[in-house]
């Protein structure tokens, strides 16, 4: 029978949260982007590894998703939008030493990152669809006539993902708006 168990986190968490990220992001800006990508990459291995509780899953589940996308050639992000993923993933550029503490606290981050993401997330996951989808019923091999139909749907999508982004940011003020950008992502 499942139940339901939340948690709040006040200002001061928040905060302490926020300094963490950003200090992750401004040691990660010394390194390669490469490096700052193999260590997401090995704090989702962990996490993907690890005996955990399923809500603690479904958050790395997203990290996953995040390395998919920093990953995927056809799916070709502006710099822009590339400097922000790389950004995110830099918050988790100190891999978790696998204690379940540490893996939950990576889990709270992975939460609050894939917030500030949740438009980009979302975006490219119906690029995977659509991209899935197409291939299923166009059996075509890859060609010019492929490049066509996905650069449509992923102009399409980004420029969803930058209406939404901007519309949530200009709807939300002071200390809201600051939430929805936690990590200056």
């Known amino acids: 029978m499942p139940f339901r168990v939340s948690f709040e986190l006040g200002d001061a968490d928040l905060q302490h949260l926020a300094q963490v990220a950003q200090e992750r992001q401004s040691a990660a800006r010394a390194q390669p982007v490469d490096s700052v990508v193999a ?3 090995e704090v989702y291995s962990k996490g993907a590894q690890a005996h955990l509780a399923d809500f603690v899953k ?3 589940s997203r990290l996953g998703a995040m390395l998919e996308m920093v990953d995927d050639a056809e799916w070709r992000l502006s710099q822009e939008d590339s400097q922000r993923l790389v950004n995110a993933l830099a918050c988790f550029s100190e891999p978790a030493l696998g204690a379940s503490s540490a893996l939950l606290d990576q889990a709270i ?3 609050l990152v894939s917030r500030d993401l949740h438009h980009d997330l979302e975006s490219y996951r119906d690029f995977c669809k659509f991209r899935t989808a197409q291939q299923t019923k166009r059996h075509t ?3 010019a006539d492929r490049e066509q139909w996905l650069s449509q749907r992923r102009e ?3 420029k ?5 982004r901007k519309r949530d940011l200009d709807a939300a003020a ?11 992502l």
């Open 174 to 184: 002071g200390p809201v708006q600051r939430l929805f950008s936690l990590f200056g």
């Open 160 to 164: 969803r993902m930058h209406t939404r």
């Open 39 to 41: 260590i997401a990459r």
């Open 141 to 143: 091999p890859p060609g």
């Open 58 to 60: 479904e958050r790395y």
């Open 109 to 111: 981050m992975i939460e």
């Open 156 to 158: 399409t999508l980004q």
